[in-house]
């Protein structure tokens, strides 16, 4: 059977031009006998695929030498555990926004270690908006702010960069690579790759490095950002195969023309799809317009009643993993990079067609 449209939340649609020369090399990559996963990563070959990867993602997003780029594993939720633990030094409080479920999950953990100051929320409007920057309580002596530009399971995304004395601390997980980003504005971003970076396994972490060598004493190594940075990300086995597929992604990225026509596509592919949902009586977005994602669409049928039929006609029309978030129920189209404009559009023919039939 052919392939189907992937809309999934992460792990996500890869591109298939990806995945087929993946296909190619799998077995015996570029002739040296072998694949990416049976190499030693310490020999030449797969310390040039990781340079490459690495140096590709640094020319996407425009990195500076003022930053460390890291190639780790443990997904973005170690993050919320190794930012307070290499960011707060001397500090013992941090500044947190929370717009969203994964908001509240950083907050959680970062609460073991620091006071947490939560400027701002937007859980009385059920996360169905940003909290205006104006109104934030920021506190003087945070160590850094920690904030989510996109919530994967509400669809919320900040349409601006909040501008902060401290280190503004970003989990790009859902948006990363979406459109062009100054890095320059941020002291950390991190993501897992699972959605629209490469396969799971991996999380990339960007890190300014005046921000290194601050790590709690109690720390463990593996959970030290200054470890991984004098180890080139080799300070264990890092996930190779992860690495080096995201570095076919980032190859892919840079032959669609770089970041900017990429967010061209994404801005398009996301108008049609809310506008779409906007014109019709029988599905409806919950979230403000101006934050509304342009990765993750989450949307409710007039009749929930319908939901089970709506998915199971999806997966007969090929159109796959379109069910919201467990936690929230609905429905949630993921739209990544990956995902191709004529995905939304067949998703579109598809809900008109079951609109009709049901309304
Ligand atoms: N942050 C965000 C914004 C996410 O979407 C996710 C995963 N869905 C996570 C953190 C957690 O990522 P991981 O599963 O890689 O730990």
Known sequence: MARAFNFCAGPAALPEEVLF????????????????????????EFVSIAEEATQDFRDLLAISDDYEVLFLQGGASSQFSMVPLNLLGDKTSADYVNTGQWSKKAIAEAKRYCDVNVVASSEEQNFSTVPDFGQWNLSKDAAYLHYTPNETIGGVEFDYIPEVDVPLVADYSSSI????????????????AQKNIGPAGLTIVVVRKDLLGK?????????????????????NTPPTYAWYLSGLVFKWLKRQGGLKAVAEINQRKAEKLY???????????????RYRSR?????????????AKFLQKADEARLLNLAGHRSVGGMRASIYNAVPERAVDALIEFMKSFEKEYA
């Open 21 to 44: 020369q993946a296909q190619e090399e799998i077995a015996n990559w570029k002739g040296v006998g072998c694949s990416v996963m049976e190499m030693s990563h310490r020999s030449k």
């Open 177 to 192: 690579l979406s459109e062009p980003l100054d890095v320059n504005k941020f002291g950390l971003i991190y993501a897992g």
């Open 215 to 235: 790590a709690k004493s109690f720390a463990p190594a593996m959970f030290d950002y200054q470890v991984h940075a004098k180890a080139g990300s080799m300070n």
């Open 275 to 289: 506008g779409y949902i906007d014109a019709s009586d029988f599905y409806s977005n919950p979230v403000e317009p």
């Open 295 to 307: 990765m993750n669409v989450p949307f409710v049928l007039a009749n929930s009643d319908l939901d």
